[in-house]
């Protein structure tokens, strides 16, 4: 069974296996697009690091080192000096890691959950105690204001006192987060409050009901956006989940005789080589082949596909597949990292961890939005402080809101009042959240869905590049083809042979080698069940074909079957007639194996690869969507002008004797011309295109070295999963441009209405807590529209 692997496409290839080394930290702390900045920026300084990426979804940084040059203890240090917890992320792919990160982030649920419900309980006491504002309802002891203070107090010193410590560790370390600008806003409105309530003479008004309302509808946000940003991890979820715990290990079945019971052991302590037993209903402990028993296996986690899967001794089987009416006995061939379970969770958590190019952008903006914000909210200030309240008086009460009417204030007092709660509007509605979840969570839950589907994506740079593909390039063998050569036809040349007498003395002549022909003819012949006749004295020439001594009808005659230039070696006739059909076949990109029984040629048998089933309509689709579709094969000219018409593509579409470096060249020369390249092979061969495309795309039964250079991997083995590839990339695409889209748009809009600029004409303004209710909605908006693909 081919072996998946997590190594990225840019990352060091084989010709350079000990220059570089990839470290995974599991990184906590982190709440907005200016916390990955900062850790990705901490972690691109220090020498030896090529290159370092941040996960905000998936809290994990991937950093590239060279070989020897800083170990992962100076990692965890400088990431703890940006102001961030960092463990290093196990290696050992006995799952134990993600299946703590899976119990850690459901205990956050639950903490986040009871600050949320402490924080709304201190909302209501307050809403109720300011009921007397609007003259319904007056209760002594809740409308007090020292009351309300200690609501103030109790929230902020609680429920947020996480959100205070990291903004005031981000401010202190000049890395302002988005926990700085809700920190300074709700802060400033306490102590505004505070001196207001200490020192009345100074007539300023409290409004202790800010920073709870605010700090209440942070929490509820950030509740609702943990929700689903764990949802949108459903699927790296359900495959940690599918995880098998225990193995049932069992001696030799070959030697045991009687039934064996087993010992119940650790997944995670079997050995290559050991026996396990899985019965009905049990998830498979391990990779292996059956050797006993035989069942259906449920491998929809692989392949996407529903319907079970027949086992019988031979085949393989992979951890985590469901074994459904059968007891089997298998020898394990794969454990712990070594998996195609364990490779596809590495697969996918990696894909989640490369950003698409389309986030740089982003990036770039976060770095420095929460600096600019806090600009924003010092200019919203003096502005309306030193200029707009003396321009537009008429604006004051719109600023102070219902609750603060009929509060007798000084004009000093009010213009203070007013400037600061538009500051802190200001610093609260901003959401650099926002812009940081736009692409991961796109990326998370598409390539979640993916893998879903049994299509493993290496990453948001693939997803982005698939969705502006414009070319589609095939190798042949293996790919359009089954990559299996089969007897397509069988031709007896004289009336006293039929044509299961030619496939029956084929067979037995073949029977003494393994050529891959050889094997067609041989299977073939058990398709017919067909029995093989009595041979001896076999004689091979490589090149050219076999011959032995076959007893036919009682008589014991030569029997050989060859190329053209075989006959002639032996001195048999080719007529005409002989002659064209052969011409025939081959130009219909056949090979032709004659078979000649005594002294004369007795019939033809055809061989080719076949194409896929579905090969066709694959092809058809693609070109009706627009996309260029080429063959390159390292065949010869009569195979590929067979493909072609069989395709339905025009010959210039198809090349033929192309070499391993051919098919670089042209795929280079496509580039050259404008073109985004996809391949789609599965040899040793077209590992070097693989590499050179813009998109490398590969089948599970390809070679391990394609399914390493590959950036998707279709575990289905079906090339309509491509196209299932193409629509999953352009949606997935669709979704990260409107959440990009969202996030400017809202901080374009929300934050010059947080600064009232619609305070002059219609008297409109955001509180604190309007501005706090919409920063922490706008992020939840990005993640339940990355988690309607999963309608699409």
Known sequence: MPVLSAQPSDQVTASEPSSSQTVVLNISGMKCAGCVRAVENRLNQVDGVRSATVNLVTEVAVVETQTGSVTTEDLVEQVSQAGFAATPRATDGDGDDLTAWVEAKRQEQQQQGRRL???????????????????????????????????????????????????????????????????LGSVSAYLASVVALVFPDLGWECFFEEPVMLLAFILLGRTLEQRARYRAADALRSLVELQPAVARLISNPATAGAAQTGVEVPARCVQVGEWVQVLPGEKISADGTVVSGQSTVDESMLTGESMPVLKQPGDGVTAGTVNQSGAIALQVTGTGQNTVLAQMIRLVETAQSRKAPIQRLADVISGYFTYGVMSLATLTFLFWYFIGLHQWPQVMHSALGMAHMGHTMTYTSSTLLVSLKLAIAVMVVACPCALGLATPTAILVGSGLGAERGLLLRGGDSLETIAHLDTVVFDKTGTLTLGQPAVTEVQALTEDLSETDILQLAATVESGTQHPLAKAIHRAAIERELDLLKADEFDTQPGLGVAAQVTWQGTVQPCALGNQQWMIQREMMLDADVQDRAKVLAEAGQTVVYVALGDRVVGLVAIADQLRPDAAAVVDALQKQGLQVRVLTGDRKEVAGAIAAQLNLNPSQVTAEVSPQGKVD???????????????GDGINDAPALAQADVGISLHSSTDIAMETADVILMGDQLSALLETLTLSRVTFNKIRQNLAWAFAYNLVAIPLAAGVLLPTVGVSLSPAAAGGMMAFSSVAVVANSLLLRRE
Do not use: C, K, Y
């Open 117 to 183: 419900g402490i924080a709304i309980a201190l909302l209501i006491l307050s809403a109720i105690g300011h009921l007397n504002h609007f003259g319904w309802l007056t209760i002594p002891v809740l409308s007090d204001l020292w009351f309300h203070a200690v609501l103030a107090t109790v929230t902020l010193a609680f429920p947020a006192r996480e959100i205070l410590v990291d903004g005031w560790g981000g401010l202190r370390r000049l890395a302002p987060n988005m926990n700085t600008l809700v920190a």
């Open 666 to 680: 042209a795929i280079r020369q496509l580039q050259d011309s404008g073109h985004t390249v996809a391949l789609m």
